[in-house]
């Protein structure tokens, strides 16, 4: 839900919801309260009676103004009898009434809880016209309805019985009913303000809080946290957002602690690989210097080896600037067409001389035609296969070693397979191998050095030329690393 429907329902709740209570709670007391006067009072009260606290009163004594007048005509000597007289009163009492029995000028029964003057409810003399119904009399402050009911005594004498009616702005029950109206809008406010406030705390407060929360924890660099999406308005979408944004700036936090680990890693493993050439270097130029090399025959192996591990040397940094290079994506190539069997008879020749000085012969084999081409950089494509002829003689541990170079025909491919009997590598680790600076057991206790990085520099410069590469061995009998490359094919046109 928006925040803005949000709000648009704050404000319907707010106005609509404890008005359609308040009126339904009003309807269910004034039910309630109607049912008490009526059992009480014992007439049926309506709205409009209520409203008319004179109307009202006055039928509520109508029924015993009705029986004292049938007692005035049946048996008016009843009016004399104390008991029976009291009897009356009481049932009036309960009505907010009275009776006041006359006979002559005397008062002979004042029925009222506390003494009124009689003088001042004015009752009417016999001879008046007003000795029968009612009639209202103001005392000061007070009001009171006054009916009346004229008999005569078996003597002759003239009476009165008279009930008198206080009368009140408002009925008690009234009162009542307006009293726990009051109260029971309060409590509905209160309660349809205190569910409002949590229903938003719960929707708008709470998640900004978590969000502010959030953010101190990424401002004190910890970004090991979840932020929960429950909503689904705008402030929802805001903590999706800010969870993303953790998300991608843990993961480019990660990225980065690894990256420093690797570089700080290959640092030390070409600055460890640095130092063995550049001693032996320093030796035997110190060698030549001294004299040690007597003979043109030492000096000339003095010298090739200086060479040897000059080169060495220049390998290393080469594979560092072209690491650097293909980190940032920027490694130069330059496309052509070649001709698979040529060059790759081309590559075993001049690695054959160098492989015969180290004991390792070094066979190509062609299951071409001879015409097939695919598309390459010389260069590159060049660099993958003396970085996989290095890696097998670095790692071969036969007195007698051999390197096997295969081409073969894969349909719309060509494969180029290189294969050796070195030590091979273990099923744990091949899956590995092409991962920079991912180094097998054996090759980390070994004095063979090396940057890490040979194999992953492979497999990026294959897959930039739209090919594969992927590796089988077996322990104590050798590696194949397998490559397929597309074929060129031409297009013709038909006219």
Not at 79 to 90: G, I, P, R, T, W
Not at 304 to 323: P, Q
Not at 465 to 484: D, F, K, L, Q, Y
């Amino acid at each position: 839900m928006k925040i803005r429907t949000k709000l648009a329902v704050a404000f319907l709740t707010v106005i609509l919801g404890p008005l359609v209570l308040c009126v339904i709670t009003a309807t269910l007391l004034s039910s309630y309260q109607l049912k008490l006067i009526k059992e009480y009072y014992g007439i049926e009260p309506s709205y409009d009676t209520l409203s008319d606290s004179t109307l009202f009163l006055s039928r509520v004594t109508q029924k015993m103004y009705g029986k004292i007048e049938q007692d005035a005509v049946e048996s008016p000597e009843v009016f004399q009898d104390l008991a029976y007289v009291e009897n009356l009163n009481s049932q009036l009492r309960n009505k907010y009434s009275f009776l006041i029995v006359r006979e002559g000028d005397t008062i002979i029964y004042n029925g009222a809880k506390e003494a009124i003057h009689i003088e001042k409810l004015m009752l009417p003399d016999y001879s008046s016209e007003e000795t029968v119904g009612d009639r209202i009399v103001v005392d000061g402050e007070s009001r009171y309805i006054l009916k009346q009911v004229h008999y005569l005594t078996r003597n002759g004498e003239e009476g009165s019985v008279f009930i008198v009616t206080l009368l009140g702005e408002l009925l008690p029950e009234l009162r009542f009913l307006l009293r726990d109206i009051i109260l029971a809008m309060v409590l509905i406010l209160g309660c349809t303000a205190s569910l409002l406030i949590a229903w938003l705390y719960q929707s708008m407060v709470k998640p900004l809080k978590q969000l502010q929360e959030a953010i101190h924890k990424i401002k004190e660099g910890n970004l090991d946290f979840t932020v929960e999406v429950k909503n689904k308005d705008e402030i929802g979408e805001l903590c999706g957002d800010f969870e993303e944004m953790r998300r991608r700036l843990k993961d480019t936090m990660e990225e980065k602690v690894q990256y420093d680990k690797e570089s700080k890693e290959l640092i030390s493993n070409i600055s460890h690989d640095l130092k063995t050439p550049i001693t032996a270097i320093k030796g035997y130029a110190e060698g030549i210097l001294d004299g040690v090399a007597g003979t043109p025959e030492r000096q000339d192996k003095y010298v090739r080896t200086i060479y040897n591990k000059a080169n060495d040397m220049s390998r290393l940094i080469d594979e560092l600037t072209f690491y650097s290079k293909m980190d940032t994506n920027r490694i130069p190539y330059t496309f052509n067409k070649i001709h698979v069997d040529q060059y790759f008879k081309d590559c075993a020749e001049e690695l054959s001389l160098d492989l015969e000085e180290k004991n390792i012969e070094l066979t190509y084999f062609n299951y071409l035609e001879e015409d097939v081409v695919i598309i390459a950089d010389v260069e590159q494509l060049k660099r993958v296969v003396n970085n996989i002829v290095t890696n097998s003689v670095k790692y071969m541990d036969k007195r007698r070693g051999v390197i096997n170079i295969r081409i073969k025909d894969a349909g719309d491919f060509v494969e180029v397979d290189i294969e050796d009997n070195g030590k091979g590598i273990s099923v744990k680790d091949l899956p590995y191998i092409f991962d920079r600076f991912y180094r097998t057991d054996a090759s980390r206790n070994s004095s063979q050095g090396g940057s890490g990085i040979g194999l992953s520099i492979v497999k990026k410069i294959v897959e930039d030329h739209g090919g594969r590469i992927w590796a089988t061995s077996r322990e104590s009998t050798g590696t194949v690393m397998c490559m397929v490359f597309r074929k060129y094919q031409e297009e013709y046109r038909y006219e």
